[in-house]
């Protein structure tokens, strides 16, 4: 593993390693917010009475956590792809 990267400096591995990392937290964040705001502004718009508040737990502690992990998944590998394709982590010489 560590013979493999020879052109790559490690700083350039770390920046991707980074970038992949802020997109996580940030995708996740981003989803979850979207979604509570969506089921906030949701229950707004069609009157819809939570009366034990049942719904919104479900929401922000089951629906919310799987939305927020697939959204940080998908924004940590158009982060990571982005910073690899310009500091040029893993380009094959032919």
Known sequence: MLGRIEKETWGDVIQVFIASLLGFVAGAVAGYVVLMVGYSVYTGLFKIHD??????????????????????????????SRAARSSGVGEREP
């Open 51 to 80: 009366h034990d508040g049942g719904g919104a737990m479900a929401m922000g502690l089951v629906f919310g956590p799987i939305v927020g992990l697939i959204c940080g998944i998908v924004a940590a590998v158009f982060c990571g």
